[in-house]
């Protein structure tokens, strides 16, 4: 971003930084299963009950899922409020809004990689 930014415009950044901080908030809830399915996975494998382990990594996964869909959701019915409340600006509102589908949309994968990631740690690997 910093060898780029010479060659975009100020508006364009604008809303590069938006959409990052936006995205940033976004993957909090996901970080926090991240650190829950290490944690439970680990325990359990730990413990030597592998079953219950595989158990948690999927309940994870799924309570991570839903939680994201929550989330996508709260943001594709609010967008417009949340757009504003970023910038009065009504050119960045545009670029914003013009991305905001394709950031919704990529909230499940990186959440879900993340929640999983956490998992496998909670493996030892």
């Keep these: 971003?910093?060898?780029t930014s010479g060659l975009i415009g100020v508006k364009e950044q604008a809303s590069q930084v938006m959409l990052i901080n936006m995205a940033m908030m976004?993957?909090?809830s996901a970080y926090g299963m991240q650190?829950?399915?290490c944690t439970v996975v680990g325990n359990q494998i730990g413990?030597?009950?592998v079953d219950k382990g595989y158990t948690?990594?999927?309940l994870t996964f799924f309570f991570a899922f839903a939680l994201v869909s929550a989330e996508a959701y709260g943001i594709y019915q609010n967008q417009q409020?949340?757009?504003n409340f970023l910038t009065d600006i009504e050119e960045i509102q545009d670029l914003i809004k013009s991305l905001m589908n394709l950031f919704i949309i990529n909230l499940f994968p990186d959440a879900l990689r993340g929640t999983l990631k956490g998992a496998i740690k909670g493996l030892g690997a």
Excluded: H, K
């Design 1 to 3: 971003m910093t060898l």
């Design 26 to 28: 976004a993957y909090m």
């Design 35 to 37: 650190s829950t399915a």
């Design 47 to 49: 413990r030597g009950n």
């Design 56 to 58: 948690y990594c999927w």
């Design 81 to 83: 409020q949340i757009i």
